[in-house]
Every structure is written in structure tokens, then in C-alpha cells.
């Protein structure tokens, strides 16, 4: 079991950042894949950014240029650097973690990030 732990959600302006982080414990092996997801009123979950153990990262056009994806493998951390943020990106912000070896999925809670206009 893998559990994730996000913080860093709040109320920010549009054009402002915000910076997200998600601790994980528990069992941690590599191969694995780290990633946040995005869940908005009424709209499926989607992902945002995603880096694998080995560092390798994609993300959504929708954030190319604005967010970035980072991992911490020692302290099992996983941030996101939210920039330029525009109203369209509010929603609740979920961390996954993918075993790779087991293709297990384990999630967080979420946390909320709000954009005002």
C-alpha cells in the first residue's frame, strides 16, 4: 500500500501561482509513476503532469509553459509548480502514484485550487 498526502491548494488570483506537494509512504518501489490530476465540477478527471522515477515527464497542452512537474525520489516527494494560473484551472488536484511492477494505482485525497477572475 501506497498512501499520498497532497497540500498546497488555496484561493489565488488569476496570474498568480500556486505550488503543489504530495508526500508518499508506505511501500515505495521503482519502476513507479508519479502524477497529478485534475478534477472540475462536472468534467471528467484528467491528467495534468506525470514523471516517472527515472525523471521523464509529459503533461496536458492546456499547462505546457506554466506548470511544472518535479519529484524528490529520496523524500518520496511530488510537487507542482502552478504559474500563470487562469480561472479554467480550478478544480480539485488529485496525486497518483503507479506501481509499475504491479500497475497498481493508489491516489490522494485531493486538494483545491481556486482561481478568481
Known amino acids: 500500500q501506497v498512501q499520498l498526502v497532497e497540500s498546497g491548494g488555496g484561493l489565488v488570483q488569476a496570474g498568480g501561482s500556486l505550488r503543489l506537494s504530495c508526500a508518499a509512504s508506505g511501500r515505495i518501489f521503482s519502476p513507479n509513476v508519479m502524477g497529478w490530476f485534475r478534477q472540475a465540477p462536472g468534467k471528467q478527471r484528467e491528467l495534468v503532469a506525470g514523471i516517472t522515477s527515472g525523471g521523464a515527464t509529459n503533461s496536458a497542452d492546456s499547462v505546457k509553459g506554466r506548470f511544472t512537474i518535479s519529484r524528490d525520489n529520496a523524500k518520496n516527494t511530488l510537487s507542482l509548480q502552478m504559474n500563470s494560473l487562469k480561472p479554467e484551472d480550478t478544480a480539485v488536484y488529485y496525486c497518483?502514484?503507479?506501481?509499475?511492477?504491479?500497475?497498481?494505482?493508489?491516489w490522494g485525497r485531493g486538494t483545491q485550487v481556486s482561481v478568481s477572475s
Open positions: 497518483r502514484f503507479t506501481d509499475q511492477r504491479t500497475k497498481a494505482d493508489y
